[in-house]
């Protein structure tokens, strides 16, 4: 008897999940197409921009490295 009541709170408690989780993404403001495409680029742009200067940081380091060891 312990374990069908256990059985089913879980799914009462799954249920539960579902229909706030839906409740809340109601609640959530969605950008637009435009909005989301604005936003795409500016993360690759500074993605790239971040690759840049880690790469070049990289380097740089990795050349001191090498004149204090070598």
Same mark, same amino acid.
């Given at each position: ?6 059985? =089913? ?8 999940? $579902?229909?706030? %989780?839906?409740?809340? +993404?109601? =609640? ?8 989301? $495409?604005?936003? %795409?680029?500016?993360? +690759? ?11 070049l940081l990289d380097f740089a380091f990795s ?8």
């Amino acid at each position: 008897m312990a374990k069908s009541k256990q059985k =089913k709170n879980i799914f009462q408690g799954i249920s539960r999940f $579902w229909r706030e %989780t839906v409740g809340e +993404l109601r =609640k959530v403001t969605w950008p637009t197409p435009k909005e989301a $495409w604005a936003l %795409t680029k500016i993360v +690759l742009i500074v993605t790239v921009i971040m690759a840049a200067i880690l790469g070049l940081l990289d380097f740089a380091f990795s050349q001191l490295i090498g004149l204090l060891v070598g």
